[in-house]
């Protein structure tokens, strides 16, 4: 990038940060928890009106769930760089964890405090104060096209944006992607993901009989409990490995230039053990065995419910049982196979009575390293940073890249807001305003160099 636009644009960011921070405030003040429902048209509205008065022609395009608003604005190029976010925030239970309120916004110790200040909203606001920044830097114009999409319903699976993205491909015509969630690692290192794993989210039910029980009877009565937990414990063995038949027929090795990516990430086993605790890894994996990882599928309970969970003892045999599980799935597996793969399990090893029901679903999707929107956003990412960009094959997590890289035919990388401590998800989320302004100054630099790809 030019010395002297790379200059205008961070004098310009520097001196609005303020101003961009009571956006993301005002848009952190108005709840819109998915999860519950709550509050997302009124978000989507001022979403809305924060890329209408830049100029955006704007769109709220209904679905079967919340709308998906789409800003475009034409560049100087016939190249078109898409934003995806998302409006919509986890629930902020349990509230008595947050120093102060979830939806009631404050500034303290260098950074922003509230549900959403990272995750999307701050984001969002982000990457609007560098679209700001270049235009103002080339008298109003931009280099590229500039195409948002802030949809409704992430933090439940984006049901609903992979139908639009089809249903829609005409108007979401553009040439690369910039997702959200990115950021840099605890050391500050520009961190770029190429790809995300997939998801199937289930939940198994069984009930052994009409009420609970005495547990005097316990010799005679069946136990929902015991029952779900021997259908559990059917599925993955002590080696980890998952005992669903064929269920590792479609996974994809990771490919020599993964490998190299995945030698080249730090060590990142310290900052895992301060972080959580963990006394312990999966396996006994240590070291940049952990980062590997990320190339195996998982099977994950994330709870149980089943009889009496109150203070003191309630002698029950419970008559149901229930647990919600997450397959996270590389390429190529699809949801759709393991999830038949599931109920042919359960039933050829004697549980036919446990029913599974479908939750959810993501497809994994990754972007070849040597895509021109990789080498720039990692180039650009070490302008800002100061430090080299660490390349991630595929993030752990799950999220609709497929939805767009597919079928647009695009490829889709990362560059955010993020520091890995953020508190994303849980009480207390934040952003810090020093990342918030280079998360901004970075978004502008990859906006400068996109049109000449």
């Not at 995750?119 to 195409?147: I, M, N, Q, W, Y």
């Not at 990115?182 to 770029?192: I, L, M, S, Y």
């Not at 980062?291 to 003892?313: D, K, M, R, W």
């Not at 029950?316 to 999830?339: G, H, N, T």
Request: charged share 25%; hydrophobic share 40%; aromatic share 8%.
């Amino acid at each position: 990038m030019n010395t002297e636009p790379a200059r205008e644009i961070d004098a310009f960011l520097s001196e609005r940060l303020d101003g961009y921070i009571d956006e993301t405030a005002r848009l952190c003040a108005q709840p819109s928890v998915s999860a519950q429902g709550i509050g997302l048209s009124e978000c989507a509205d001022i979403v809305a009106g924060l890329l209408d008065q830049r100029g955006f022609a704007v769109q709220h395009v209904p679905t079967a769930g919340a709308p998906v608003v789409v800003g475009r604005l034409q560049g100087g190029s016939q190249r078109t760089l898409l934003f995806y976010n998302h409006y919509d925030v986890q629930p902020p239970e349990p509230l008595e964890l947050w120093t102060s309120p979830p939806f009631e916004p404050v500034v303290r110790d260098g950074a922003l405090y509230a549900r959403g200040a990272k995750d999307d909203k701050g984001e969002f606001v982000a990457r609007l104060a560098a679209v700001d920044a270049v235009r103002s830097a080339h008298g109003g114009t931009l280099p590229c096209g500039v195409l948002f999409v802030v949809e409704g319903e992430e933090e439940i699976g984006s049901p609903h944006i992979a139908r639009f993205v089809q249903e829609h491909k005409d108007l979401l015509a553009c040439h690369g992607a910039v997702w959200e969630e990115g950021g840099t690692d605890a050391e500050g290192r520009p961190q770029v993901s190429l790809g995300r794993r997939g998801i199937l989210e289930v939940e198994l039910t069984v009930e052994t009989m009409r009420v609970d029980a005495h547990s005097g009877q316990a010799d005679v009565l069946p136990s929902a409990a015991w029952r779900l937990l021997r259908a559990l414990a059917s599925l993955k063995g002590p080696d980890e490995r998952i005992r669903i038949p064929g269920f590792y027929d479609a996974v994809l090795p990771p490919s020599p230039g993964d490998v190299a990516m995945l030698e080249a990430l730090p060590d990142y086993e310290p900052h895992l053990r301060a972080t959580y605790g963990a006394r312990e890894f999966v396996l006994g994996r240590s070291g940049r065995a952990l980062n590997h990882a990320v190339f195996e599928p998982t099977c994950n309970i994330q709870g149980l419910t089943s009889g009496y969970q109150g203070p003191g003892a309630k002698t029950i045999i419970p008559a149901r049982a229930a647990a919600k599980l997450d397959f996270r799935l590389v390429p190529d597996q699809d949801p759709d196979d393991v999830f038949a793969r599931l109920r042919y399990h359960l039933d050829a090893e004697g549980f036919a009575d446990v029913e599974a029901a479908w939750i959810g679903a993501m497809w994994p999707s990754k972007v070849p390293v040597d895509d021109p929107l990789v080498a720039l956003t990692a180039r650009t990412g070490e302008e800002v940073y100061g430090l080299p960009s660490l390349l991630l094959p595929l993030g752990g997590g799950s999220s609709p890249f497929y939805a767009f890289a597919r079928p647009l035919g695009i490829p889709v990388v990362t560059a955010g807001v993020g520091y890995g401590r953020n508190r994303t998800h849980a009480p207390d989320e934040h952003v810090r305003l020093n990342d918030f302004l280079n998360a901004a100054r970075h978004i502008a630099r990859i906006l400068e160099g996109f049109g000449d790809l």
